[in-house]
Nanobody
């Protein structure tokens, strides 16, 4: 089993930055692929970013590429999502998810999910 806890969400203005954290426990963290997804009201859950177990490979949705950075600190069992130049359309509940095998953009590739953290960007 893997437990994931997100933190760092909040209310910010357009152009501001936030850093989300996803703390993991329950399974060897260094062997997990970890991704971030988000869901806005009335929309499907969508892929944001993912990072491989060792941290060498990352992949981003086109909508956030260049603004968001995913990283991990395996010694702390934590994955981060640094969000810069936030836009109102980034408003959503953000979820982290972990996969036992390699995963990328599809939510059905991930095995464990956190409860989410709200990010609201005002203009």
């Amino acid at each position: 089993q893997v437990q994931l806890v997100e933190s760092g969400g909040g209310l910010v203005q357009a152009g501001d930055s936030l850093r989300l954290s996803c703390a993991a426990s329950g399974r060897t963290f260094s062997r997990l692929t970890v991704g971030w997804f988000r869901q806005a009201p009335g929309k499907e859950r969508e892929f944001v970013a993912t990072i491989s177990a060792g941290g060498a490979m990352t992949y981003y949705a086109d909508s956030v590429n260049g603004r968001f950075t995913i990283s991990r600190d395996n010694a702390k069992n934590t994955v981060y999502l640094q969000m810069n130049s936030l836009k109102p359309e980034d408003t959503a509940v953000y979820y982290c998810a972990a996969a036992l095998v390699y995963a990328r953009t599809r939510d059905d590739e991930y095995d464990y999910w956190g409860q989410g953290t709200q990010v609201t960007v005002s203009s």
